[in-house]
């Protein structure tokens, strides 16, 4: 795994970016290219994780800096997981918000993960735009 090198988003990663959520059958990201090309230059923190040149992974996230950081969406290359990839990214982001607690939404193949790493269950709601 130390030959994985994390950086900061850049635009020309999108693309592959989307082939990984096509690839995840995130369908609602890959048809909203635009929207989602503008949530990822609106991120803070939006990570990505190579393996040489090959986009493996990434995390796009929210954050107040004090409180909140909220994971939006965390997503490794199927052929990469369990390598310690997503936590590196987790830590990672953590670490330039150190003061805030991370919140992020599991689905149920994923929540055995979080729930194995000390991640507690929460509640939340969501409506998508065209639903309102």
């Given amino acids: 795994m130390e030959a994985i090198e994390v950086r900061s988003f850049q635009e020309n ?15 609602n990201l890959v048809e909203k290219n635009e929207e989602t090309l503008c949530s990822w230059l609106n991120s803070e923190p939006a990570l990505i994780a190579l393996d040489g040149n090959e986009v493996i992974g990434y995390l796009r996230g929210l954050t107040d800096g004090a409180t909140t950081l909220y994971v939006c969406e ?6 990469y997981r369990k390598q310690g990839i997503a936590e590196r990214l987790v830590r990672l982001a953590h670490e330039c918000y150190p003061s805030t607690r991370i919140e992020m939404i599991a689905t149920q193949q994923s929540q055995g993960y979080y729930e194995s790493r000390g991640y507690r269950a929460f509640y939340g709601f969501r ?6």
């Fill in 74 to 79: 965390l997503l490794v290359k199927e052929s």
């Fill in 13 to 27: 990663d999108f693309q592959t970016v989307q082939q990984l959520n096509e690839e995840e059958g995130w369908n």
């Fill in 127 to 132: 409506k998508a735009s065209e639903e309102m």
